[in-house]
């Protein structure tokens, strides 16, 4: 954008909604210049990949946690659709994953291999 660049965390296009869809994640509580941010880009999807056929893109933000206060005023006025959000980090995978993601033992053997394999050319 100009002469600047700028990264979106994740971008997807929800083929139902047909729309896009641009998710910020912060390690960190919120900010309401976050909010400032994610309208941005939202804009500048909306500007550049959308088209006639599609919805508005819709932005979420994904931050540690919120004070739901803060973030009422930090949306108040933005048209565009925007969500903000609070994730939660866990210890242990859930069960119904743990058998549909590999071990660290796994990778960690599938990464050795790579490795060596890049030496060894």
């Known amino acids: 954008m100009g002469d600047k660049d700028?990264?979106?965390?994740?971008l997807f296009y929800h083929v139902r909604?047909?729309?896009?869809v641009v998710i910020e994640l912060k390690t960190g509580d919120f900010k309401p210049e976050y909010a400032g941010k994610l309208n941005f880009y939202i804009n500048t999807i909306d500007g550049k990949l959308k088209t006639e056929q599609d919805?508005?893109?819709?932005?979420l933000l994904l931050c540690r946690s919120k004070d739901k206060l803060i973030a009422?005023?930090?949306?108040k006025g933005i048209e565009t659709p925007m969500g903000i959000s609070e994730y939660q980090l866990t210890?242990?995978?859930?069960?119904?994953?743990q058998d549909k993601l590999?071990?660290?033992?796994l990778i960690e053997r599938e990464l050795a291999w790579e490795l060596?394999?890049?030496q060894s050319e």
């Open 6 to 10: 700028f990264y979106i965390d994740l």
């Open 17 to 20: 909604l047909h729309c896009y």
């Open 55 to 59: 919805q508005p893109t819709i932005g």
């Open 72 to 75: 009422e005023y930090a949306l």
């Open 91 to 97: 210890q242990a995978l859930p069960t119904d994953l």
């Open 102 to 105: 590999p071990s660290i033992e």
């Open 116 to 118: 060596n394999q890049g």
